[in-house]
């Protein structure tokens, strides 16, 4: 396990269309994180799992986006009738915080979606 | 809400000179603040976090509530530290989880 990994690494898709990502966290981390990140800005919270619950989301999360953790292993994060706006780098992390803290997040290289 | 602020989206130093990259935090709690890294081509990783109150790669930062800053500091620039820094915060001694990150600032360390 050499870290955490994001597929695919590129994806471009058409306006309109539903694109999927997959992460696979650091097999012994329970939590995991995604962000979205824009040209200029750093990242931006979408979502995290604890396990397989997800316990927080962003507003900036519309109902077009989807995120699951089906048994707390990896995760997919699904943007339904994308739009152009959508366009970004889709940032995962995953942690293995001490109980009660929040601690070091280890980030995979992320997806970088260009709708068209 | 909280927030977090780095005033200068870019600085230049030459090597050997101090260097501090600003950071600033709104929040209401208790705050974890951390400082990650990303060097060219690489993915983003932690450089430190207050709470180690830890030397890394000559960078030390102090969180200071009063003025609710996080400044990163290094008294002798190198050109390997050229790089995009993003101060982040998160909840202390709660599961919430959500981390903020600013908007990041690009150090380039001149010869």
């Known amino acids: 396990d050499t870290g955490v990994s994001q597929d695919p690494r590129h994806k471009i898709t058409k306006r309109g269309q539903n694109v999927t990502f997959r992460c696979d966290p650091i097999?012994?981390?329970?939590?995991l994180y995604w962000y979205r990140q824009t040209l200029g800005q750093g990242p931006e919270f979408l979502t995290y799992?604890?396990?397989?619950?997800?316990?927080?989301k962003s507003r900036l999360l519309s109902d077009r986006f989807s995120a699951e953790r089906p048994k707390g292993s990896f995760s997919t994060l699904e943007i339904q009738r994308t739009e152009q706006g959508d366009s970004a780098m889709y940032l995962c992390?995953?942690?293995?915080?001490?109980?009660?803290?929040?601690?070091?997040?280890?980030f995979g290289p992320g997806t970088r979606l260009t709708v068209l | 809400a909280q927030r977090v602020t780095q005033p200068e989206k870019l600085l230049s130093v030459f090597k050997g000179a101090p260097v501090e990259l600003k950071c600033n935090y709104s929040y209401s709690g208790s705050p974890e603040l951390f400082w990650y890294v990303q060097y060219s081509r690489q993915r983003l990783q932690l450089l430190l976090r207050?709470?180690s109150r830890e030397s890394i790669k000559g960078f030390t930062a102090d969180l200071n509530k009063g003025e609710t800053s996080f400044h990163l500091k290094k008294p002798f620039a190198q050109e390997e530290d050229s790089a995009m820094y993003y101060c982040?915060?998160?909840?202390?001694?709660?599961?919430?989880?959500?981390?903020?990150f600013g908007d990041g600032t690009t150090l380039t360390v001149k010869p």
């Open positions: 992390a995953s942690s293995l915080p001490p109980s009660g803290r929040d601690d070091e997040q280890f």
């Open positions: 097999s012994e981390h329970n939590r």
């Open positions: 799992f604890q396990n397989e619950a997800q316990l927080e």
């Open positions: 207050h709470i």
């Open positions: 982040a915060l998160s909840q202390y001694n709660t599961n919430a989880g959500k981390s903020t």
